[in-house]
Structures are given as structure tokens and as C-alpha cells.
T-cell receptor, first 110, second 112 residues
């Protein structure tokens, strides 16, 4: 079955710096790769997603890249702000089965 | 729209008890799933359903049962609760398996 590895488990950055979180997946049939943000005590919420026919996608300060050959994808957050502090999860899905990584706790210091 | 509604929000059980976690969505989504979230382990898929009458196992199905008699509801049953099932449980739904998942607020379950 699918296995998703996520690194790093914790990441601390200064406000205004960039943050990068990386994930690898095992099943080459996976074709949908969402990223979720979870604040303490809250539900996970989708922040961006990418499909296997696209190499990169941007939404304001957030971007995701996908390398199908290497089976890895990354989340890039530029100009980080304190409100970006949260746990971020990557996930990979072939139809019907969405498997999550173990999460990255991002702390942005003012 | 209420979105995805989970009940109860908190529950404490004794080992060996059974209970059902409720999940309902009002978005006419075909796809629903249950996850458990434990510290350091992310969200692990328990069971999922691609439509009424169809369910399948996820990564960690043992000790849990599901059914999907209607599009709206996807209850999760713990047959005989064990301390290892202490966790936060999230229900999610989407129009299709490869579409953004909408999560409920979660149920925090403690098994003593």
C-alpha cells in the first residue's frame, strides 16, 4: 500500500523567511497530492493541492512542486508570518485512498 | 450548511465497552472516511466509503466497523474498546476520493 514520508518533523523559522516541507510517496499510481494545515485543537484544513499532470502550483505565498519521477513533492511558504505557525500534513492519493504523512510542526518566530 | 458534523465531541469509555461515533454531512458527498490522529503519527485512515452501501478498509481497520446505509451518514463502531484506541477521531467527506476533503471537528475519545 501507499506510504508517505514527511520531513522535517519540526521546523523553526524567523518571520519573513521561507519554509520548505518535503514528502515522498511510494505508490507510483498516486495522482493527487493535497496539503493540510492544522492549528492546535482544530480540524485539518486544505491549503493547496496538486495533481500528477502538473509540476508546480502557486497560491499567493504558498507553492507546491511535484516530481513524479522521484516520487516526491514539497510545500514552500514564502514571507512566513506568525499565523503560519501550525502543523502541516502532506498526503497522497490514488482514487479513494488518501494517506497522510506524519506532519511538520512549523513555528514562526517574530 | 453545517458541513461535516461529528458527535460526540468528547467521550470516555471503559475497556470492553462498545460505542458508535457519528458522522453526518450535508454536502451530498459520495466519499466519506474516518481517520484517527495520534501524537507523532499523523492521520491514519481507518475505513472509507465511496458511496452508499460500499465500504473498504484503510491502514488501521482492526477493532472498528463501519456501514454506509445513506449518503449522509457514516458511523464508526468500536466493538470492544481498548486503551490503544484512545485517540482523536476525524471524519471527512468529499465529492470524490481525489477531491479536497472536508473534515469534521473531531471526537476526542479516551479509553480507561
Amino acid at each position: 500500500g501507499e506510504n508517505v514520508e514527511q520531513h522535517p518533523s519540526t521546523l523553526s523559522v524567523q518571520e519573513g523567511d521561507s519554509a520548505v516541507i518535503k514528502c515522498t510517496y511510494s505508490d507510483s499510481a498516486s495522482n493527487y497530492f493535497p496539503w493540510y494545515k492544522q492549528e492546535l485543537g482544530k480540524r485539518p484544513q486544505l491549503i493547496i493541492d496538486i495533481r500528477s499532470n502538473v509540476g508546480e502550483k502557486k497560491d499567493q505565498r504558498i507553492a507546491v512542486t511535484l516530481n513524479k519521477t522521484a516520487k516526491h513533492f514539497s510545500l514552500h511558504i514564502t514571507e512566513t508570518q506568525p499565523e503560519d505557525s501550525a502543523v502541516y500534513f502532506c498526503a497522497a492519493s490514488k482514487p479513494d485512498k488518501l494517506i497522510f504523512g506524519t506532519g511538520t510542526r512549523l513555528q514562526v518566530f517574530p | 450548511n453545517a458541513g461535516v458534523t461529528q458527535t460526540p465531541k468528547f467521550q470516555v469509555l471503559k475497556t470492553g465497552q462498545s460505542m458508535t461515533l457519528q458522522c453526518a454531512q450535508d454536502m451530498n458527498h459520495e466519499y466519506m472516511s474516518w481517520y484517527r490522529q495520534d501524537p507523532g503519527m499523523g492521520l491514519r485512515l481507518i475505513h472509507y466509503s465511496v458511496g452508499a452501501g460500499i465500504t473498504d478498509q484503510g491502514e488501521v481497520p482492526n477493532g472498528y466497523n463501519v456501514s454506509r446505509s445513506t449518503t449522509e451518514d457514516f458511523p464508526l463502531r468500536l466493538l470492544s474498546a481498548a486503551p490503544s484506541q484512545t485517540s482523536v477521531y476525524f471524519c471527512a467527506s468529499s465529492s470524490h476520493g481525489n477531491q479536497p476533503q472536508h473534515f469534521g471537528d473531531g471526537t476526542r475519545l479516551s479509553i480507561l
